[in-house]
């Protein structure tokens, strides 16, 4: 392998300051990198703040960006269009294209790597000439829940675009060098669509996000959180579906319990649940830590979406009991009554819920065991470690 390899990232977004678990996936990796080789990240941002450029800096990581542009409701649908036509949501911007194509010119890499596949439609054309590695940070089958969950005219749309979804993993995964999932059970969907492509399951590593010690927060004993993208579909069922069917049975049990939604963009839907009763809404909170540490329970009723939920990784250092169902559990090291609560009805969610509210020893037990993720299973260094052996590997592969 190359002593110092020059690795090309491209992202979709800012890898820093993290406000999302796609961010918090895209900081672990580019940390990892930067201890590898030189690292150069060309993303598609609105700007490039001086807390992104520090922290580049102290990682020896350089960075561009490209002014994310507006898309008329024109050329939106024209791609929308073009998706349902081509079977695949790999679609080209020129802007993006030249932009993608200028970095690489200028850094000359010997491996590209890719935040989230999507970005797939312009490294291809580098196909052959180094490899490429793509992060999935999901599968198509987040898509597919899309579309069994979603009822009338809104099925057709979910439809076409479950099959543009799987129709870019089934025409371009196969043409990667390497393909990085969030979890096993994402390797194994990905092992049998591209079975000749190396796939390497490498959860995001959890990064100290505050120097804060949360451990004087006071816990609020009646009171339940969740945190996340609140303008996210997955997201926007989850709370939804909590506040309507979930918690109104908690309160029968426990009428002073209370629930409060953190998260930037809230949807109009999910705003107008404030209006009901122990039910709080907040847009973006600078500090999510001192949400989740005064919360007696953290609740992640999550039906749709895939990928694992980045979310929790905020959660897990802190030692905070959590409430989830199989698809919030999915790819992640948690099983319930162990380290956790999984419960996938409406009554048992609630039962679960009631109970730990209930029971302050209980729900300490099972937040210091998931606690011990932290440092078991999500370290930074575990995700370095694995990584460096990746990109070895596939250089390696390269020069052979």
């Known amino acids: 392998m190359n002593a110092s390899p020059r690795i090309l990232v491209m992202a979709p977004d800012l890898p820093f300051p993290i406000r999302a678990g796609g961010q918090m996936r895209m900081a672990s990796f580019v940390k990892a990198l930067a201890r590898v080789g030189r690292v150069h990240v060309a993303c598609v941002a609105r700007e490039l703040p001086g807390e992104t450029l520090n922290w580049c800096t102290e990682l020896g990581v350089s960075i561009t960006h490209l002014p994310r542009a507006r898309v008329s409701p024109g050329r939106l649908w024209g791609e929308r269009l073009e998706m ?26 010997n491996l590209v790597w890719l935040e989230t596949p999507y970005l797939s439609r312009y ?30 005219s809104r099925k057709i749309w979910e439809w076409f675009r479950w099959r543009a979804a799987k129709g870019g993993e089934v025409k371009f995964a196969p043409r990667l060098s390497a393909i990085v999932t969030v979890s096993e059970l994402d390797a194994n969907w990905f092992r049998q669509l591209a079975p000749k492509a190396p796939v390497t399951a490498i959860p995001n590593g959890i990064l100290q996000q505050s120097e804060r010690d949360y451990s004087q927060v006071p816990e609020d004993p009646e009171l339940m959180v969740f945190t996340g993208d609140l303008g996210y579909r997955p997201n926007v069922d989850a709370v939804t579906w909590f506040v309507r069917e979930i918690f109104p049975r908690i309160r029968t049990a426990q009428p002073t319990a209370r629930f409060k939604a953190a998260g930037r963009t809230p949807t109009e839907d ?16 600078p500090d999510l830590g001192e949400i989740i540490a005064g919360a007696a329970l953290y609740v992640l009723p999550m039906r749709l979406g895939s990928g694992i939920r980045s979310k929790l990784f905020d959660v897990f250092p802190l030692g905070k009991a959590i409430v989830t169902t199989a698809v919030g559990a999915e790819g992640l090291e948690l099983h319930d009554g162990r380290n956790c609560r999984i419960a996938d009805t409406p009554a048992e969610f609630a039962a679960a819920c009631a109970e730990l509210l209930k029971n302050p020893d ?34 390696e592969v390269r020069e052979d």
């Open 84 to 109: 349902i036509l081509t079977c695949s949501n790999l679609l080209k911007r020129p802007g993006e294209q030249a932009f993608f194509e200028e970095e690489f010119r200028r850094f000359k890499p």
């Open 123 to 152: 490294a291809l054309v580098w196909e052959g000439r180094l490899p490429i590695v793509v992060n999935y940070w999901g599968t198509s089958q987040g898509a597919e829940r899309d579309f069994r969950a979603a009822r009338g």
């Open 270 to 285: 999910v705003r107008a649940l404030a209006e009901l009763d122990g039910i709080e809404i907040t847009g973006f909170v």
């Open 362 to 395: 209980k729900r300490r037990r099972l937040g210091m065991t998931l606690k011990r993720l932290s440092t078991e299973v999500y370290s930074q260094e575990r995700v370095e470690t694995a990584v460096a052996e990746l990109v070895r590997r596939v250089l």
